[in-house]
């Protein structure tokens, strides 16, 4: 007997139910819509919205519970299959945005027939069915979830298949080079010609230089969806809520004149010219016994250790040394530190990055402004932004680590040459690598982990 999970041409029968979600936001709004995706939804939609639909025109209609009842009033659209978003039959019901309404509407979806549908499913049956490749799903919840315009703007990128196209170019200059390499092979009684081992040379050649290209790109992306963690440390009443403030551009933190009396981690997202930068202000990393204070401080420890730079901030008019704190010691010497000088305004210093001095030094007003930008261009050079959001990907470390593997097995194949079926071997394991990113080869658990991220709906 073959197990009741699977239909008879083995896809799991988890994967034919029909499912249906509300896709709008929690909450109030002025349209909520609920979306259904299944095999056949002709006779469902007849049930819900009282006449067979037609594919791809908007119809106004009064979505009806099992008794004809009245739920709402409001527009349906239906597409046939293949021509949807999961690729089945698809049919969306946009009535009023109210959450009530909207859970008795998909009661109403569930009484017949669907299953809610789990996070991200609607976006799984769209790459099952081949409607996008792994990178573009990916990018799909990326911009939902962009934190910057810019990381939005590269997330669209991806989702339209500009970095699918660019791993299916390097794709398919392996294969080509593979076919010229596994020929020899399967013909080892014959010399390989010197002039085949140059053009081979050359095609590797051109295709590491192409993979570093799109591995920088993809960099830069990974930037902008990682984003930059800061610590702002240094004693209180130096400014460092001010300065957080004034990075925000908005009130964020308890600004006090009392020492102190910021207690907790605050880690605050900003908008560092298009790349996200989460800041921890450290106010409050002074000895305590209050137990309140000691669990801010735990907090603001970690967040520490997770630290990829360090700004040290100090009162111009007082002689702290904020380097000379114990934070400092904790905190890896491979972090960057930046010692930011504030209140100049007090004292009417030269705003700006002092270049008499070693290392990044910021003079600058929290109060008045001036020097902030200059902070911002120091930390954006330090997390190694190139500016180039125009080519970036916004790439996930796990195509990060495709790309460095692929990078390395074309390294290694550089490297033996001579050994046809070592060169072979390599490109093999490169190919491999690369296809993983648009999802050729993906194992099962890999697409659970990342579809589960996915908010329902989508
Ligand atoms: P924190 O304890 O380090 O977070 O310091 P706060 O941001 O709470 O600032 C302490 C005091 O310094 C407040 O009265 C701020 O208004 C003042 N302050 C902060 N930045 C500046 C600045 O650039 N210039 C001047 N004149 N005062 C500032």
């Given at each position: 007997m073959k197990p009741a999970t699977a239909a008879a041409d083995g896809v799991p029968m988890r994967e034919r139910d029909t499912i249906a979600a509300i896709s709008t936001a929690p909450g109030r709004g002025g349209i909520g819509i609920v979306r259904v995706s299944g095999q056949a939804l002709g006779a469902f939609a007849e049930a819900l919205t009282g006449s067979a639909p037609t594919p791809r025109r908007t119809a106004l209609r009064v979505f009806r519970d099992a008794a004809g009842e009245p739920i709402d009033e409001g527009?349906?659209?239906?597409?046939?299959?293949?021509?949807?978003?999961?690729?089945?039959?698809?049919l969306e019901l946009h009535g009023h945005g109210g959450p009530v309404v909207l859970r008795l509407?998909?009661?109403?979806?569930?009484?017949?027939?669907?299953?809610?549908?789990?996070?991200?499913?609607?976006?799984?049956?769209?790459?099952l069915n081949g409607k996008l490749d792994l990178a573009q799903a990916e990018g799909v919840i990326d911009l939902i979830d962009a934190s910057t315009a810019q990381a939005a703007r590269c997330a669209v990128r991806s989702l339209q298949g500009e970095f699918s196209a660019r791993v299916h170019a390097l794709d398919a200059a392996i294969v080509e080079l593979r076919m010229l390499v596994e020929a020899t092979l399967d013909f080892p009684e014959?010399?390989?010609?010197?002039?085949?081992?140059?053009?081979?040379?050359?095609?590797?050649?051109?295709?590491?230089?192409?993979?570093?290209?799109?591995?920088?790109?993809?960099?830069?992306?990974?930037?902008?969806?990682?984003?930059?963690?800061?610590?702002?440390?240094?004693?209180?009443?130096?400014?460092?809520?001010?300065?957080?403030?004034?990075?925000?551009?908005?009130?964020?933190?308890?600004?006090t004149d009392v020492p102190g009396t910021t207690r907790d981690t605050i880690r605050q997202a900003i908008d560092l010219g298009g790349v996200p930068a989460y800041i921890v202000d450290t106010a409050g990393l002074r000895e305590s016994d209050d137990p309140v204070e000691k669990i801010g401080i735990e907090r603001t420890w970690k967040a520490i250790d997770e630290a990829d730079a360090l700004v040290l901030l100090t009162d111009v008019t007082r002689s702290d040394d904020a380097a000379r704190d114990r934070l400092v010691e904790r905190i890896p010497p491979e972090v960057p530190r930046i010692r930011v000088i504030n209140k100049i305004d007090l004292t009417g210093d030269t705003p700006g990055v002092d270049p008499t001095q070693d290392g990044a030094v910021v003079r600058l007003s929290?109060?008045?402004?001036?020097?902030?930008?200059?902070?911002?261009?120091?930390?954006?050079?330090?997390?190694?932004?190139?500016?180039?959001?125009?080519?970036?990907f916004l790439a996930r470390e796990r195509h990060l680590q495709a790309l460095r593997a692929a990078s390395e097995h074309l390294g290694r194949a550089h490297d033996q040459q001579r050994t046809v079926e070592l060169f072979a071997e390599e490109l093999r394991l490169a190919h491999e690598r690369l296809a993983a990113i648009v999802g050729e080869f993906t194992a099962d658990d890999l697409l659970g982990e990342i579809f589960s991220r996915f908010c329902i709906g989508k």
């Open positions: 527009i349906a659209v239906y597409f046939a299959a293949p021509r949807s978003y999961t690729g089945e039959d698809v509407l998909l009661q109403r979806c569930v009484e017949l027939g669907a299953r809610v549908a789990e996070p991200g499913e609607f976006t799984r049956r769209a790459f014959e010399e390989i010609d010197s002039l085949d081992r140059e053009d081979a040379a050359r095609r590797l050649a051109s295709l590491r230089s192409l993979l570093d290209e799109v591995l920088r790109a993809a960099r830069q992306g990974s930037l902008m969806r990682e984003g930059l963690h800061v610590v702002l440390a240094g004693p209180p009443n130096v400014g460092k809520s001010s300065l957080l403030n004034r990075l925000a551009g908005e009130e964020l933190a308890i600004v929290a109060r008045s402004g001036a020097g902030i930008e200059d902070l911002r261009q120091v930390l954006l050079a330090i997390a190694g932004w190139e500016g180039r959001a125009e080519t970036a």
